[in-house]
Nanobody, 123 residues
Framework: QVQLVESGGGLMQPGGSLRLACAVS????????VGWFRQAPGKEREGVSC????????YLADSVKGRFTISRDNAKTTVYLQMNSLRPEDTAIYFC????????????????WGRGTQVTVSS
């Protein structure tokens, strides 16, 4: 059974940092890409970052470049999203998702999803 479980969300002041984790089970990570998406109230789900299969190529949305970093552990069972210099506009529910091999910025291209973790950036 495929499972993706997000953790690490919370309330943070502007300029602060959070690290989200996505624990993946039931997939052979060498053959799957894992992406992070976010959805703010009243807005569509948008792609934030992605890490591709065994070569580890990463992608970041323009809105988070220079602030967010995606990585994964050596066992390739957990994918992290390090979020620095947080802004109020980063407030959203953050989801991780997985699809075969290559990254995509389109949510409908992903087959497996976690339930999300809330990130709130506010003073």
């Amino acid at each position: 059974q495929v499972q993706l479980v997000e953790s690490g969300g919370g309330l943070m002041q502007p300029g602060g940092s959070l690290r989200l984790a996505c624990a993946v089970s039931g997939l052979r990570m060498n053959y799957y890409a894992v992406g992070w998406f976010r959805q703010a109230p009243g807005k569509e789900r948008e792609g934030v970052s992605c890490i591709s299969d065994s070569n580890g190529i990463t992608y970041l949305a323009d809105s988070v470049k220079g602030r967010f970093t995606i990585s994964r552990d050596n066992a390739k069972t957990t994918v992290y999203l390090q979020m620095n210099s947080l802004r109020p506009e980063d407030t959203a529910i953050y989801f991780c998702a997985s699809r075969g091999v290559f990254c995509s910025g389109t949510a409908s291209h992903y087959a497996y999803w976690g339930r999300g973790t809330q990130v709130t950036v506010s003073s």
